[in-house]
């Protein structure tokens, strides 16, 4: 934070990054006065999943129980990173890729709709919903 200011995100994060799978993004700046200004914009997610190949990237099944693989059209290296999130854009899990062109997870999620990304340094690569059911 900077000392003459600081910001809150609409989902009440203050960090640099904020994730969410809602487009609408709002931020509230509140300088030192305590006068706040709230900005909203929204987003359009670009990826570049058709140069890396991840248009065949799948959820199966979707919908679940929790229970799900991700399979790649080629081994997912370790310098990605696969990430789950709530609506809400909370982050429930972080993995490295692990050389391998599928994984499973068994995560006993509550039933609902969370966002599944894989990123690189350079930025997002692929994200999808998936939906949990009872």
């Known amino acids: 934070m900077n000392s003459g200011y600081h910001y809150i995100w609409n989902s009440k994060f203050n960090q640099d990054t904020f994730y969410s799978a809602d487009p609408r993004v709002n931020l509230t700046v509140i300088d030192s006065n305590q006068c706040e200004k709230m900005y909203t914009a929204l987003c359009q997610l670009t990826t570049s999943s058709q140069t890396f190949g991840l248009e065949t990237v799948q ?76």
């Open 59 to 134: 959820v199966i099944p979707n919908p679940n129980l929790g229970t799900f693989t991700l399979v790649f059209p080629d081994k997912l290296s370790s310098d990605k990173l696969l990430s789950l999130y709530s609506v809400e854009g909370k982050i429930l899990f972080n993995a490295k890729g692990q050389e391998r062109d599928r994984i499973t997870f068994d995560l006993k999620l509550p039933p609902g709709i969370y966002i599944i990304q894989l990123t690189e340094r350079s930025g997002l690569l692929w994200q999808t919903k998936m939906v949990v059911v009872p």
